[in-house]
Nanobody, 121 residues
Framework: VRLVESGGGLVQAGGSLSVSCAASGSTSSVTLFGWYRQAPGKQREFVASIDLNEHTTNYEDSVKDRFTISRDGTEDTVYLQMRSLNPEDTAVYYC???????????????WGQGTLVTVSS
């Protein structure tokens, strides 16, 4: 499975932005998609996830009422819609996917290259 993010950019505080993650390869083996972010000088932190088996979503508390994760199964694309952005949301946003390999039956986790979101005050 390969992941490619897009859609990052510069937005003013209070604004909205959507980032996308296009998945390719053996995407049928994926059970969980999600997003992490890493702000300058900080550790990477969880943002949101979507469980394809349980059909549930999960969010970090600070984004729970502002961000929405969704998946277009037809296009194998995962979206993170962000609104009411503030400068603390500035970070590189990474898409990840986890699942069970079709051949080895081993758990795996893959990451995209990241996309930068900058929120100006």
């Amino acid at each position: 499975v390969r992941l490619v993010e897009s859609g990052g950019g510069l937005v003013q505080a209070g604004g909205s932005l959507s980032v996308s993650c296009a998945a390719s390869g053996s995407t049928s083996s994926v059970t969980l998609f999600g997003w992490y972010r890493q702000a300058p000088g900080k550790q990477r932190e969880f943002v949101a996830s979507i469980d394809l088996n349980e059909h549930t979503t999960n969010y970090e508390d600070s984004v729970k009422d502002r961000f929405t994760i969704s998946r277009d199964g037809t296009e194998d694309t995962v979206y993170l819609q962000m609104r009411s952005l503030n400068p603390e949301d500035t970070a590189v946003y990474y898409c990840f996917a986890s699942g069970v390999d079709d051949w080895s039956f081993e758990d795996y986790e893959v990451w995209g290259q990241g996309t930068l979101v900058t929120v100006s005050s």
